[in-house]
């Protein structure tokens, strides 16, 4: 009894010091984070050796969502949404279908899965300049076409001004029903042919719900703006996406080559004589088997796209509205205008989004290791 | 159904050959065991047969079609492996449907037929379990679920009972067993372990770094193995093996084992000329102690003194020094309580021993 009381006393001094300081450096510096959203320290005199700080409460967050001039922050997190979705599909998608193709051992295998993990070592900003010497509008990509005598494309990758499905940010939180109910619908056609009952339960009845609620009742939800502001999707962002897909498929392959490679001989010769093709052993065994890994990759990548700077600063630079993203919103506004309080409110959404991903991930890999 | 024939099958894996040209029919219904120490091959020719393996000389056939080029999923083969192979993912009853849903049948027929699997394996209350909350047991019989109901042309099955406890085993062969007698699917059944080839054989092959030694019914095998290796593989304790010459004096026809002279019963080693040196076999329950011994010749006797003697129950093993120098197991009816040291009579049946040619170790009719 003492000496297990002593292993603990032991077991806690040794912990010690890094408890103090990731609850100072961390813990303590996000409650500090959150208090400063919540005052009003910017403007003049913000520099000041002992500034003014007075509490205002949410309106910072007011603001950031509501406000005239904070039309740019909401592009941003425009930005961001369609970043984050086409990060993890594109990443997920190609770093997969790399793992198939090597899982299948040609030769060469390791030589290839090297130069594809390769572009995880560089970083961001050495990647960013390389892509924007490819993507710039009369070199690079643009230019391949006339090896083989076509018309050099002119599509202008980082710098394009044009925008696609827009839409009205007054008609928010319907459009939100709509991406939920669509989802829901989707998840419950896929899981229709497997348990027509439990899909329609879970999936396709909510989802029919919701869906006929934003469209009926569309007009009686609030409006999320008092004037109509349109955002979308800016294809100016689209060779940012694709320089940080380049960057993380290879990750994402080497995470699923590792996992295909767990998968016993046995496993994949039973799904053979079971009548599986290639492809339904990926799609019915192989993928689904994987799913740990395909949770843990999204997690990755979208924590990673919700930070996203580096690779934006080095491509476009911190000033081109196009491309932009909160995180570079959040330096140019605490840094270049010195507005901290407004900066800080715009750490604590990007917080409260990551965690919205972490949380669930977290509590469930916390009850899996107590079952386990 | 359908039968199965192998000719001249060969396997290499880069310039090592591992399956020398093999010879094999396995007829409709029936239940072959193909059994040798690991790493014989007996796998290779399970997979080669399975399509799982491509083959490198030779043809195989299942059914009036040659199959060397047919894909595994079009030669309507079942497998169980030894670690089950089950899809963790899903559960039980899906694990037994996934074949029919590659096949595209019906939900109704996949239905039935997981469910009647189900029922006769006993798993129905484990339907909607995963396979990581199964015994190992249960877990074996989804694996033997998964194959039956595809309703194949052949069942293959490669060590399916070695990752289960000695009294689980003992159950499932006996299942195994009445399956078959149910199903009547061709099978081939791969073991090391020579117990389950007696048991669940129509006919035993005996393999042997990638050559058959053997193929015959169990008692064929047991009772007239071709050579010194498929005596000593089969029957456990496995056959004694002693040197010895052969002579012939006043037209009788004995073995001399050291300072010891056994009659040869006539039909034995006819081919055998006076001095010719041989090997002579005899099973651990051809040695008979105590009374069973009046049974026999007085010729067929002989002392022996007792190392070990090793109490199983119903019977015992005794490891017996004949002449101070050929050791026997013998095995023996009842609890022979023998102390080590003790000099005790002990007869031979002659009319069960074997005798083997020492330079090729085969047989001598
Ligand atoms: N993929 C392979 N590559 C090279 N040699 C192999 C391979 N698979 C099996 N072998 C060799 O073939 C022989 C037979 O193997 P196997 O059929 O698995 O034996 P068993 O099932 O009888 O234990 C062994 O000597 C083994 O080393
Ligand atoms: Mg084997």
């Known amino acids: 009894m003492r000496e297990a009381s002593l292993d603990r006393l032991k077991a806690f001094l040794t912990l010690l010091p890094s408890i103090v300081l990731v609850g100072v450096f961390v813990y303590g510096f996000i409650g500090n984070t959150v208090w400063i959203s919540l005052t009003d320290w910017g403007g003049s005199g913000s520099l000041a050796v002992d500034p003014q700080k007075n509490y205002v409460g949410l309106a910072n967050y007011a603001e950031l969502f509501t406000g005239f001039l904070a039309g740019g922050f909401r592009q941003d997190l425009v930005n961001a ?48 300049t390389i892509w924007r010497w490819l993507l710039a509008p009369q070199g690079g990509v643009n230019i391949l076409p006339t090896y083989v005598g076509l018309d050099p494309l002119t599509f202008e990758w980082t710098s394009s001004t044009k925008a696609v499905l827009e839409f009205n940010w007054q008609n928010l939180f319907q459009i939100m029903l709509y991406v939920a109910a669509f989802i829901l619908i989707l998840v419950g056609l896929w899981a229709f042919r497997n348990d027509p009952r439990k899909a329609l339960k879970r999936w396709l009845g909510p989802g029919i719900v919701i869906g006929a609620f934003a469209w009926l009742g569309g007009s009686i939800l609030p409006q999320a703006l008092f004037m109509e502001e349109t955002h979308g999707f800016n294809l100016a962002t689209l060779g940012i996406i694709m320089a940080t897909v380049w960057q993380y498929a290879g990750y994402t392959m080497a995470l699923y080559l590792a996992g295909f490679n767990g998968i016993s001989q046995d496993l994949r010769d039973a799904a053979m004589l079971d009548g599986a093709s290639e492809v339904a052993y990926y799609r019915h065994v192989a993928i689904p088997m994987l799913k740990p890994i395909t949770i843990s990759a999204v997690i990755i990548l979208s924590h990673i796209s919700l930070k996203m700077f580096d690779i934006i600063f080095a491509m476009t630079g911190p000033d081109n509205a196009q491309t932009g993203h909160p995180a570079l919103n959040m330096y140019l506004t605490t840094f270049r205008a010195n507005d901290f ?13 990551a965690a919205m991903f972490i949380v669930p991930y977290l509590v469930s890999q916390y009850r899996q290791r107590k079952r386990g | 159904m359908a039968n199965v024939d192998l000719k001249g099958v060969v396997k290499r894996y880069g310039n090592v050959e591992v399956i020398h040209g093999i010879d094999l029919s396995v007829r409709e219904n029936e239940f072959i065991v193909l059994v040798g120490p690991s790493g014989c091959g007996k796998s290779t020719v399970l997979r080669m047969v399975a399509g799982l393996e491509a083959i490198s000389g030779g043809e195989i056939s299942i059914g009036d079609r040659v199959v060397n080029q047919v894909s595994p999923k079009d030669r309507n083969v079942a497998m169980v492996f030894q670690n089950y192979a089950l899809y963790p993912h899903m559960t039980v009853r899906e694990n037994m449907g996934f074949s029919l849903k590659m096949r595209r049948k019906s939900r109704e027929e996949m239905d039935s037929r997981v469910q009647e699997a189900a029922r006769v394996l006993e798993l129905e209350p484990y339907l ?68 389950e080839a007696m048991t669940l054989a129509d006919r035993i092959v005996i393999l042997k770094d990638g050559h058959i030694q053997q193929v015959g019914s169990p008692i064929e095998v047991f009772e007239k193995p071709n050579n010194v290796f498929v005596a000593r593989f089969i029957g456990n304790p496995p056959m ?44 651990p329950d051809a040695i008979k102690m105590g009374e069973n011994i009046e049974r026999l010749p007085k010729d067929w006797w002989c002392k022996g003194e007792v190392v070990v003697s090793e109490i199983l129950g119903g019977h015992s093993l005794l490891e017996i020094v004949v002449d101070g120098q050929n050791e026997l197991i013998a095995e023996v009816e009842g609890r022979v309580v023998a102390h080590p040291g003790e000099i005790v009579p002990i007869g031979f049946e002659f009319d069960r021993m074997v005798l083997f040619d020492p330079e090729t170790t085969n047989a001598l009719s």
Do not use: C, W
């Open chain 1, 341 to 353: 309080a407004r900066g800080a409110a715009i750490a604590i959404v990007l917080f409260l989004v």
């Open chain 2, 128 to 195: 909607e379990r995963k396979p990581s909350e199964l015994s190992g047991g249960q877990r074996q019989r989804v694996a033997m679920g998964r194959a039956m109901v595809r309703k194949p042309d052949v069942f293959l099955f490669d060590e399916p009972l070695s990752n289960l406890d000695a009294q689980l085993r003992t159950q499932m062969r006996m299942e195994l067993r009445k399956m078959h007698m149910r199903l009547k699917t061709t099978t081939i059944y791969v073991t090391h372990d020579q117990i």
């Open chain 1, 81 to 128: 949404v369609f970043y984050s979705v086409m990060l993890l599909a594109g990443a997920i998608g190609l770093g997969m279908f790399i793992a198939i193709l090597l899982d299948r051992k040609p030769k060469g295998e390791d030589v290839l899965r090297t130069i594809f993990l390769y572009p995880m070592s560089l970083s961001f900003i050495v990647s960013g």
């Open chain 2, 240 to 283: 004694n093996i002693l040197e010895g010459v052969f002579g012939v004096e006043d037209g009788k026809r004995f073995v001399t084992v050291g300072p010891s002279r056994f009659p040869v019963p006539d039909g034995k080693g006819d081919s055998l000329v006076d001095g010719a040196p041989m090997l002579v076999g005899l099973r």
